[in-house]
């Protein structure tokens, strides 16, 4: 008799609330992707078809668009109630509203929602249930949730989570690894760490060692895990990736519901290991899957319910506003020059992380924008020195988390230069900088706080808060503009330019 049973096991990544399909602009023709409905469609296929499916996901269920924003997350967990989850980590923007919502959303899943690497600060008292042992088809499965130091103190708004202590989650993951292994068939890790997404409308080729570097180097290091499904780059491995000195299976999707990972495993269970594998991301296209009734019901719940507020017109796009991580953008001057105007700052800086959609031609409603900058992010004036203000750009210049959107400055980069010399040529409102005289910037509260890492706005002194929140700024300006016809206007000029791998 065969001690080999058949598992497959679901999976999603970084959901962000996309209720609704998205246009997959890095696809030839631009097809219409995911939508919560079409997911829920392509699940219960499977379900129905094999004997024992697990459905699990590796963070970021919340923060996107509208419908997850005027309902701090709910709504998402409730689709993804809906969908019926058997677990998830916590990633870095299920804080987006603070650590009491925190509390509320895994309150209200109907799934455990795991993570073993946050505490309260100054204690040992975990934030989450670290893991949880699942059974399907006489398989007992261990799924450890963890969430990455990096991601926690870099791309979480620092106010938010004061009360929380992020630590390394390496050496908690091989105990939690080594408690539950004598007890269970399979060992799964659901992460959230590693390099954070790159927020732009186009994309580029993935190199898993690269940019899933930190969580190849986990399942190199940690022995016992047999698969690592993991989130926050927003990147896909099209095939699971076998990390060779461990055997650990590594998987990910691109993130917004446009595709379901899809692994059918062969478990030895007398051996306790996986005998064998077959996997693949499956694309969800909207338009050739029939949406599932029950979660298509939960979707227009939450739309007829916000639809009054998020449909509000303000303006009107002649073309697409895009973004674009490694330079500028159109949508990055048009954020940047909203706060400008009402700060009367010399420069504007914002992150090119925060802006999280494009916005199609055609009527630009509230919704639209809330969903391009979905975070209560309030505008800071400050004053640099030049010299300081030139670290600033050196930071941004080195590309490492994309370069910073700006309004009324202007800038050469050579990025095959030296670091600290990337920057051939700056400008501020037309005139070379000057590293003797002071000015005046403003920026949101997440950028000058050292989020996605740009840590030379430490320098800057006499720190005011407006208390304006970023998006209220760029909706009010859209109505003053009324029609939007975008251009670039050369504020980042890349030399000598190389491929960005």
Not at 399 to 421: F, H, K, N, R, Y
């Amino acid at each position: 008799m065969s001690d080999k049973i058949e598992l497959t096991i679901l999976y999603t990544n970084d959901f962000h609330a996309q209720d609704k399909p998205v246009k997959a602009t890095w696809i030839e023709g631009e097809p219409m992707m995911g939508g919560a409905a079409h997911m829920a469609s392509y699940i219960n296929k499977i379900r129905r078809c094999e004997p024992n499916v697990l459905v699990l996901d590796a963070g970021d269920i919340i923060t996107g668009p509208a419908i997850s924003f005027l309902t701090n997350g709910e709504a998402p967990v409730d689709l993804f109630n809906a969908i019926g989850f058997d677990a998830s980590c916590i990633g870095n923007h299920e804080f987006d509203h603070g650590v009491p919502n925190a509390r509320k959303l895994i309150a209200q899943a109907q799934f455990p929602f795991l993570s073993g690497s946050i505490f309260y600060k100054g204690t040992n008292i975990l934030f989450a249930k670290p893991y949880e042992i699942l059974e399907k088809g006489g398989l007992k499965i261990g799924v450890i949730g963890i969430h990455g130091k990096k991601a926690g103190y870099e791309t979480i708004q620092v106010d938010l989570v004061q009360d929380l202590d992020f630590r390394e989650q390496e050496s908690l993951l091989q105990e939690y690894v080594n408690l539950i292994r004598p007890h269970v068939d399979l060992v799964i890790v659901l992460a959230h760490e590693g390099v954070p997404a790159e927020q732009s409308t186009t994309d580029r080729e993935v190199h898993v060692e690269e940019d899933f570097e930190e969580d190849v180097r986990m399942c190199r290091n940690v022995k016992g895990i047999d698969l690592m499904i993991t989130g926050h780059a927003h990147k896909s491995i099209t095939n699971p990736y076998v990390v060779k000195e461990t055997g650990t299976l590594l998987c990910s999707t691109r993130g917004l519901g446009t595709f379901v990972g899809y692994l059918k495993l062969q478990v030895d269970k007398s051996e306790k290991k996986i005998a064998s594998y077959e996997g693949h991301l499956e694309p969800i296209y909207s338009e050739q899957i029939e949406p599932d009734p029950v979660v298509e019901a939960r979707v227009q719940y939450w739309d007829d319910r916000l639809k009054q507020l998020i449909d509000q017109k303000i303006g009107y796009a002649e073309e697409a506003l895009t973004r674009n991580y490694f330079g500028e953008s159109v949508l990055g001057n048009i954020i940047t020059d909203a706060v400008r105007l009402y700060t009367e700052a010399d420069i504007v800086f914002t992150n090119p992380g925060g802006l999280r959609a494009d916005v199609e031609q055609g009527d630009i409603t509230v919704g639209h924008i809330i969903n391009v900058v979905p975070f209560n992010n309030n505008v800071l004036i400050m004053e640099m020195t030049g010299n300081d203000l030139k670290e600033v750009l050196e930071q941004s210049a080195k590309m490492s988390a994309g370069v910073l959107e700006q309004s009324g400055a202007t800038m050469v980069i050579d990025p095959t230069a030296e670091s600290g010399s990337f920057i051939v040529e700056a400008l501020v409102n037309g005139q070379p900088l000057d590293e003797n005289r002071t000015y005046k910037i403003a920026s949101d509260d997440f950028t000058c706080k050292g989020g996605d890492g740009f840590t030379a706005f430490a320098a800057a002194t006499g720190i005011k808060d407006t208390s304006m929140i970023m998006r209220d700024l760029v909706i009010e300006h859209i109505r003053k503009l009324g029609h939007i016809k975008p251009h670039l206007e050369n504020r980042i000029v890349v030399t000598n330019s190389i491929s960005i791998t």
